[in-house]
């Protein structure tokens, strides 16, 4: 089955881009202002987004921008739409600060706040919940960005069951605050001279 990327965006360091071009620069250098920043310039109005965990913060803004301006969304049904995502570090940013709120036993106060988003499926909960998917859900961790394992995962998915759309990628954040995300909007119909085919080769180019 040939599959097309038809349209991809990408947050690293202080940037977004969208289809390779940038729409965002900062010279901010603390993640939380850099992430604010985006919110402002992608004009989103979503009050639920504040209380997400950095790494939620990250997917929900790098998926932002593809579903703002996705003219074909309105061809396919909640359920026809899968989102497989991956990294390295799973939820290792929120991890840690849910640690230090139980490490010390003489202010032993355990966060809910930080314990729900201990487990990375959470991102994709926020982004179906935000966008209202119901398709194929998977989350892979992987040591580092593999094109291969996430071409041959969406493939499958594409053929066994009812997918006609997948946003697949990598949304990655470490415990320092070092992050990367980059998301693809994969389709079945190429309904642009623009569109690139969905391999692992063009995966790789695109992520780096």
Avoid at 9 to 24: D, M, P, R, Y
Wanted: proline residues 3%.
């Amino acid at each position: 089955m040939k599959l097309y990327i038809t349209k991809y965006s990408k947050i690293e360091t202080q940037n977004l881009s969208v289809n390779g071009e940038n729409i965002f620069s900062s010279d901010e250098q603390q993640t939380g202002k850099i992430f604010k920043s985006i919110y402002k310039q992608l004009n989103i109005k979503y009050p639920k987004y504040h209380k997400m965990d950095k790494l939620c913060k990250l997917g929900f803004l790098t998926a932002e921008p593809i579903f703002q301006d996705w003219n074909t969304k309105n061809n396919y049904l909640p359920e026809e739409i899968a989102l497989i995502l991956s990294n390295s570090n799973s939820t290792i940013n929120i991890d840690t600060d849910y640690y230090n709120s139980i490490k010390d036993q003489d202010n032993y106060f355990p966060s809910p706040s930080l314990f729900v988003y201990t487990l990375p499926n959470i991102v994709i909960g926020e982004l179906a919940i935000r966008h209202q998917l119901k398709g194929e859900i998977g989350f892979l961790i992987s040591e580092s960005f593999d094109a291969k394992m996430l071409v041959n995962y969406v493939q499958n998915v594409f053929e066994e069951g009812s997918t006609k759309a997948c946003l697949t990628g990598w949304v990655d954040i470490d415990e320092k605050n070092r992050y990367k995300s980059v998301l693809f909007l994969i389709e079945k119909v190429n309904n642009s001279q623009d569109n690139i085919t969905f391999d692992a080769e063009n995966l790789e180019i695109l992520f780096n």
